[in-house]
């Protein structure tokens, strides 16, 4: 028979990892006594993980799972006795905080209930016929518990979450501004990607663009470097990159190829300011020394187009504020002809700045649904993500219109707000939008390790958590 355990607790619409023993999963009374006895020439029993390594957190819901194939040569699986044996650290987690699970096939998932924030092995044995054994390590890290544990979710496999776009079907395409790889996840689920896509070899590039920002327009998607200097002050050609995908299919069928790049939209815009009096004093911040994430830097992580447009981008800054003062307003230029800027090379044409009052907070993120209404993730200038406030407003991509808050969000939790996933229907009561960090510099262990420096790509996550938006303040309707 097949032994079914019930959940110990749900989180919401999505699955529960609860904590229960790991138990006898196979064929029990006589037919099993029947069956297992001692016979001479078993083979050893093997025991596969689909993943060595998982992440969890503390009172997590939807955690991801691990994959446990059980063999013996000649022996149904449904004989074989699974079991963890031991945990290294039981106050992060022990063996009976292990759930276990059958699959269709036969296979077992296994779930762990965190108990702490920390590492441990936990020692599985399977046991066949013939008393015989054998055992496998699975390595398991579990972070704090968030504030809003029953709305949050884990993007597994990459830290630096820095730009995302609906896939459809409750998938999101996400970047990463530390490689040039595309992940594709269920947003709904924490765990690994669906699948993945690295398009530096199709770009010709070596190091990372840094990509930022991005922007879908039917089935092109636009996706831009930071185009500024690194965090050491200097120049890196790949973050001066502008280059599309095309994205046929949606949900987990969903599959990426590469399109034009451009590069120099750096030097372009360093022109055109320079033209224009240094109004944003986009040269003196691209200086070989100076840093990108300061008041007077240059850093791009806002893209999107304009109302009605399918040619007119608005680049979103970072930095610089304008002006460069506490209290200025965040920048987003216009770039007028992207289409034929990536396409075949044609020197940008930038239209008017547009200057928004943000609370003194710049462009962390720029996203329009099809109804024309945009959100911008708004945050800091600054490299101290949970230090700084970060809010939610809502505008009209008109300018001389004034975007109006909509949400306060937390800092509490590791990792800065990056990336909108995409916007709901603004003028709906209770409106939900769904967020993602960038947890590269946050120490999700306590280990004093930043998560972009893990050994074990699984134990590397981004968070991403759903938010009610309020009623508007200020501006226009």
């Known amino acids: 028979m097949t032994v079914r355990l019930s959940p110990a607790r749900r989180c919401g619409a999505v699955g529960a990892a609860g904590a229960a023993a790991l138990l006898l999963a196979g064929l029990t009374g006589p037919a099993y006594a029947a069956a297992g006895h001692a016979a001479p020439g078993y083979a050893a029993p093997t025991i596969t993980l689909s993943a060595t390594r998982l992440s969890g957190a503390v009172d997590a819901c939807g955690d991801p799972a691990v994959t446990v194939d059980v063999e013996q040569a000649g022996v149904p699986a449904g004989f074989l006795r699974l079991q963890v044996v031991s945990s290294s650290n039981p106050a992060v987690a022990d063996a009976g905080d292990v759930r276990q699970e059958r699959t269709p096939d036969g296979d077992r998932t296994l779930t762990v209930r965190a108990r702490a924030q920390g590492y441990t092995d936990l020692t599985l044995r399977v046991t066949g016929r013939g008393g015989k054994t054998a055992?496998?390590?699975?390595?398991?890290?579990?972070?704090?518990?968030?504030?809003?544990?029953?709305?949050?979710?884990?993007?597994?496999?990459?830290?630096?979450?820095?730009?995302?776009?609906?896939?459809?079907?409750?998938?999101?395409?996400?970047?990463?501004?530390?490689?040039?790889?595309?992940?594709?996840?269920?947003?709904?689920?924490?765990?690994?990607?669906?699948?993945?896509?690295?398009?530096?070899?199709?770009?010709?590039?070596k190091k990372e663009a840094d990509i930022e920002a991005a922007a879908r327009v039917g089935d092109t998607v636009y996706w831009t470097g930071s185009l500024g200097n690194n965090k050491d002050g200097k120049y890196k050609a790949e973050r001066d990159t502008v280059f599309t995908t095309r994205v046929t299919g949606s949900g987990a069928a969903t599959e990426v190829t590469v399109g034009p790049a451009y590069r120099g939209l750096r030097e372009d815009l360093i022109a055109w300011d320079t033209a224009h009096g240094n109004r944003y004093g986009f040269a003196a911040a691209t200086a070989p020394g100076r840093v990108p994430k300061r008041i007077d830097g240059f850093n791009v992580e806002g893209l999107e187009f304009a109302p009605g447009s399918t040619t007119t981008a608005y680049l979103g800054f970072r930095a610089p504020l304008a002006p460069a003062v506490p209290g200025g307003k965040a920048l987003l230029v216009p770039v007028t002809n992207i289409d034929r800027v990536v396409a075949s090379g044609e020197k940008p044409v930038f239209g008017e700045p547009v200057e928004l009052d943000l609370g003194g907070l710049s462009v962390r993120d720029l996203r329009r649904n099809d109804a024309g209404q945009y959100l911008i993730l708004a945050g800091s200038f600054a490299a101290d993500d949970n230090s700084d406030p970060y809010a939610l407003y809502q505008w009209d991509g008109v300018p001389g219109h004034a975007p109006r808050k909509r949400a306060d969000l937390p800092t509490a939790d590791p990792g800065g707000w990056e990336a909108i996933v995409n916007v709901p229907d603004l003028r709906v009561p209770g409106a939900r939008v769904q967020l993602i960090t960038d947890n590269g510099a946050a120490d999700l262990y306590g280990d004093g390790t930043e998560a972009k420096d893990l050994a074990a790509p699984e134990w590397k996550k981004s968070r991403s958590a759903w938010f009610t938006l309020g009623p508007t303040r200020g501006g226009h309707r």
């Open 135 to 205: 055992t496998a390590v699975l390595g398991y890290a579990a972070s704090a518990r968030t504030g809003a544990p029953a709305s949050t979710r884990y993007l597994t496999g990459s830290s630096d979450a820095s730009a995302a776009v609906d896939a459809g079907d409750g998938h999101v395409l996400v970047a990463d501004d530390e490689s040039n790889v595309l992940r594709l996840y269920d947003r709904s689920r924490s765990g690994g990607p669906v699948k993945t896509w690295d398009l530096g070899p199709a770009l010709g590039l």
